[in-house]
């Protein structure tokens, strides 16, 4: 029996003070999901996106349709 574990990350842009969302990319064949959490509650919930979505979020982010933050 195998117990999959996530192995959380931070952006390596995360230098604000710790307002961060950490994600585990480490799920995604496993699973088909990337969990993502709040830095700051490590041992609170995580979400579990569809692959897809996240892929989609990132690139939106990269081409600046959410504005800058």
Known sequence: MTTESPRW????YSD???DCV??????VAA???VPVRDSKNVSGPALHV??????AF???VKA???GSV
């Open 31 to 33: 699973r088909g999901v």
């Open 50 to 55: 569809a692959t897809g979505s996240f892929v």
């Open 16 to 18: 604000n003070g710790g």
């Open 58 to 60: 990132v690139a939106g």
């Open 9 to 12: 990350f931070k952006s390596s």
């Open 22 to 27: 950490e994600a585990a990319m480490d799920l």
């Open 64 to 66: 600046g349709e959410f």
